[in-house]
């Protein structure tokens, strides 16, 4: 029996000849006319106006906070419960990451935190600049009130929708809030260009000085003239036709994960001691990766038992994300609450979600995270 990945990329025959029309056209560079139609769609998709193809996703974040003029000496409230590139991009502009708790109802950033922070920070005068605000495993952040809270006390959002492509907010697609957006495409996402990320906004300005910046800031001249410095972290044609061809199939995708999802609970949400993401009911997922808790007392053995078994048969899962304010990285970083992700952190597990599985993979999957609550 071969090995279940977490999360591999799904292609077929129409990543193949999207990518051939690439190769053929000889546009085999960082810009063409696969790029110029992959940022149209995915702009599209993400209900908003504008967007640059990027490198990565952790490059679409670094441009975005640099184009907001975040910098030296200004703080970014910042999820603990995160992939770190979501805070890394703040260093990489001098600013200082302030993380902040999860809710227990959505596992994303807890807006009544980030509310009551604001209106203490605002008494002492010392506001942060913006929110960047983390749609986790493909769930939308809680937006309503996180909106209203930024807007009330002056902060920009940055939306890291690395995960979420696909995914709504009541009837809004994630990529839609805030002042600029952010996807990745990296290998392991819903859909892939084996490596990418895209920036989008409503700000036809921020889009455009984000491809001047994101091609080293080359000014208009026949010679190379430069009066800033920019970075190499333009998109490939080659990987925008790959990601074209990804795209058509996102709503495929989005089905076959939900599907996944449920078989799932199906299988697994009856047994004590196991609980679920919590889905929080204000929109659809993209059902990135199906999460679960497994509280060890109840359950009879803890989440790392599980996946030394799920490993033990070639099944790959991993611990939810440690919270950033547990990383060494991050361990001067102020942190707002922190009981709440440290707690998934110690019990979660993202089970196999890739849109290829089979039924019987899942199957699979059921029978020995159900065996090990006994061995
Ligand atoms: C929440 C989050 N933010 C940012 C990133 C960075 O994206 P990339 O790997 O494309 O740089 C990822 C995933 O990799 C992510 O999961």
């Not at 333009?234 to 996944?260: E, H, V």
């Not at 949400?269 to 929109?283: D, K, T, V």
């Not at 048969?313 to 102020?334: C, G, M, N, Y």
Request: charged share 20%; aromatic share 8%.
């Amino acid at each position: 029996m071969s090995r279940i990945y977490l999360s591999p990329p799904d292609v077929g025959e129409k990543e193949r000849s999207f990518l051939l029309d690439a190769f053929e056209s000889n546009w085999i560079a960082p810009l063409g006319p696969h790029v110029d139609a992959f940022e149209h769609e995915v702009a599209r998709r993400a209900g908003v106006s504008y967007a640059a193809a990027t490198s990565s996703g952790t490059a679409a974040l670094h441009l975005a906070l640099a184009l907001l003029g975040i910098g030296p000496g200004d703080e970014v409230l910042v999820p603990s419960f995160t992939f770190v590139a979501t805070a890394n991009a703040v260093t990489y502009v001098g600013g200082t990451p302030v993380l902040v708790d999860s809710s227990e109802s959505t596992w994303t950033v807890d807006p009544d935190l980030v509310r009551n922070e604001l209106k203490d920070r605002s008494r002492k005068g010392r506001l942060p600049k913006a929110l960047i605000t983390v749609d986790l495993y493909g769930q939308c952040a809680d937006y309503d009130l996180l909106v209203e809270s930024c807007a009330e006390y002056g902060l920009f959002i940055v939306e890291d929708a690395a995960e979420a492509i696909g995914a709504t907010y009541h009837s809004s697609p994630a990529g839609s809030f805030g002042e600029a957006a952010v996807f990745s495409f990296n290998g392991n996402k819903i859909i892939t260009t084996g490596g990418g990320g895209m920036l989008v906004s409503n700000s036809a300005d921020l889009v455009d000085r984000a491809r001047h910046l994101s091609t080293q800031a080359r000014e208009p001249f026949v010679h190379y003239e430069h009066v800033e410095a920019g970075f190499n972290y333009r998109l490939s044609n080659l990987l925008a036709a790959l990601g074209r061809a990804q795209l058509l199939g996102l709503d495929q995708k989005i089905r076959r994960r939900r599907a996944i999802n449920e078989l799932y609970r199906q299988g697994l949400g009856e047994l004590p001691g196991i609980s679920f993401m919590p889905h929080a009911g204000y929109g659809n997922p993209n059902y990135w990766l199906t999460c679960i808790l497994i509280d060890p007392l109840e359950f009879g053995s803890d989440r790392e038992h599980v996946r030394l078994a799920l490993e033990r048969v070639d099944i790959e899962s991993r611990p939810t994300w440690k919270p950033l304010h547990l990383q060494p990285l991050f361990a001067q970083a102020e942190v707002i609450g922190g009981r709440v992700c440290a707690e998934i952190f110690a019990r979660g597990l993202c089970l196999p979600s890739g849109s290829a599985m089979s039924d019987d993979d899942v199957e699979r999957v059921v029978e020995i995270v159900s065996r090990s609550a006994r061995t």
